[in-house]
């Protein structure tokens, strides 16, 4: 963690630096037996990617606003990155008739139609798989299109930390703001210094489950154990996963 940094990206960038073979996210979705572990760099490279996507494919310019349609998942913490190296806003669970842009996944669809410019379809399957035979209607395929965008990323204009970042539960925040926040809760929700494992089974669609599920990580040397359906877990299971994960801290409802 390095203490200039103002922006979501910024601390993504000091963690690359750092460390960049230690874990970040590890994702489980329970309803599927999906686990999925990205380090810092694999993270970062499919932040990259998608960063690249906004600023070329969709021309997303600082200020735009993309509202994310989508659940507590490893491919939305990388979108809230991805918006944040380019400047736009990330809308979570936003209104898609006042978005620039619109990335939904499964249940959403027809909600994401009411946004006018250019939409993104996720499956959420394992290993991030396209749809098959082709992404709903109204949409282009995230996982065909991601693929095709460079590894490395440069914003055209610099990120001010003091414009709007994150909107989520109706609060809006500068990319400054969620750093700050994110630095000053992460010790209370469990990442007490380099190494901290929190395990959340937290939405993504509120302020607490963003912090717990990505921001605090990041703004810790931290990682996190993301886990979707946690209620599909039984309890000596989930204790199971907390040993063999190496957490040493719980974030869920269940």
């Not at 073979?21 to 990259?48: H, M, Q």
């Not at 690249?52 to 997303?60: E, I, T, V, Y």
Request: proline letters at 7%; one cysteine or more; charged letters at 20%.
């Amino acid at each position: 963690m390095n203490a200039t940094d103002r922006t979501p990206a910024d601390l993504l960038r000091s963690a690359l630096a750092a460390d960049p073979a230690r874990p970040l996210v590890t994702f489980y979705d329970d309803a599927t037996g999906e686990r999925v572990e990205l380090s810092v760099a694999t993270f970062a490279n499919w932040v990259a990617k998608t960063a690249n996507l906004l600023q070329d494919g969709l021309s997303a310019e600082p200020g735009d606003r993309v509202a994310l349609l989508l659940p507590a998942h490893w491919q939305t913490a990388v979108w809230l990155l991805a918006c944040s190296s380019v400047g736009v806003v990330a809308d979570v669970s936003g209104d898609p008739a006042r978005a620039d842009f619109v990335v939904a996944g499964p249940g959403q669809f027809e909600a994401g139609l009411a946004c006018r410019g250019e939409r993104y379809a996720l499956s959420l399957a394992p290993l991030g798989r396209r749809f098959l035979p082709g992404p709903p209607e109204g949409y282009a395929d995230y996982a065909v299109e991601v693929p095709t965008h460079g590894d490395r990323f440069a914003p055209y204009v610099p990120v001010d930390p003091e414009e709007p970042a994150l909107i989520v539960a109706g609060a809006e925040f500068t990319g400054a703001e969620v750093v700050e926040r994110a630095r000053d809760e992460a010790a209370g929700l469990g990442f007490t210094g380099p190494g901290a494992r929190l395990l959340s089974g937290l939405p993504y669609d509120t302020w607490e489950g963003l912090s717990a599920g990505l921001y605090a990580a990041l703004a810790s040397d931290g990682s996190v154990v993301l886990c979707r359906h946690l209620e599909e877990l039984a309890e000596d299971a989930l204790a199971k996963r907390v040993e063999s994960e190496r957490v040493t801290a719980v974030r869920a409802s269940r």
